[in-house]
T-cell receptor
Framework: KQEVTQIPAALSVPEGENLVLNCSFT??????LQWFRQDPGKGLTSLLL?????REQTSGRLNASLDKSSGRSTLYIAASQPGDSATYLC????????????FGQGTRLTINP | DAGVIQSPRHEVTEMGQEVTLRCKPI?????LFWYRQTMMRGLELLIY????????DSGMPEDRFSAKMPNASFSTLKIQPSEPRDSAVYFC??????????????FGPGTRLTVL
């Protein structure tokens, strides 16, 4: 059974810092991995999707990497801003598992002005 | 497009009552998902549909839960009878598998359910 873990559960950093969020998964037979953002009281917004054949994806100040063999992904946020404060979740789709996603518990990020 | 629409946004009910949550997916999307989010268990997939047909309902906690998708633009999740442990935020999401954003799931704002 696929398990997805995100550590730490919460992170607080001053504005302007570069930071890394971590995601690990137990079964390396994945089809893709996604990073989502969730603001309080809101739904999830997809940030980046990395296919199993890719090593990284970039969108603006965000860069996500994938190392399938070690079962790890990182989300790098450059020059953090207070508006980046949110909970970040990663989710994996198992190879052959149709559209089913397994989510981590998320990292609650706070950027202090 | 207005995105995924869910109603109601908040629902407070008493134990034993029937609860119906509603979802309108993004037009043209061929997959629809129902998730439940709690502090203890995080985000869990309950059931998903492809072209209105239920594909995997292994996440539905018990027979008190049922979901339908009578057409491509509407789905319901029903809990009967409701129990306090059903209190959670229920999300609906949809995706389109035929385009460049394949696999990107678009989430609705959620329904916060409180069962007293």
């Amino acid at each position: 059974k696929q398990e997805v873990t995100q550590i730490p559960a919460a992170l607080s950093v001053p504005e302007g810092e570069n930071l890394v969020l971590n995601c690990s998964f137990t079964d390396s037979a994945i089809y893709n991995l996604q990073w989502f953002r969730q603001d309080p009281g809101k739904g999830l917004t997809s940030l980046l999707l990395i296919q199993s054949s890719q090593r990284e994806q970039t969108s603006g100040r965000l860069n996500a990497s994938l190392d399938k063999s070690s079962g790890r992904s990182t989300l790098y946020i450059a020059a953090s801003q207070p508006g980046d404060s949110a909970t970040y979740l990663c989710a994996v789709r198992r190879f052959g598992g149709a559209q089913k996603l397994v989510f981590g518990q998320g990292t609650r990020l706070t950027i202090n002005p | 497009d207005a995105g995924v629409i869910q109603s109601p946004r908040h629902e407070v009910t008493e134990m034993g009552q029937e609860v119906t949550l509603r979802c309108k997916p993004i037009s043209g999307h061929d997959y629809l998902f129902w998730y439940r989010q709690t502090m203890m268990r995080g985000l869990e997939l309950l059931i998903y549909f492809n072209n209105n047909v239920p594909i995997d309902d292994s996440g539905m906690p018990e027979d008190r839960f049922s979901a339908k998708m009578p057409n491509a633009s509407f789905s319901t999740l029903k809990i009967q009878p409701s129990e306090p442990r059903d209190s959670a935020v229920y999300f609906c999401a949809s995706t389109f598998t035929g385009g460049p954003s394949t696999d990107t799931q678009y989430f609705g704002p959620g329904t916060r359910l409180t069962v007293l």
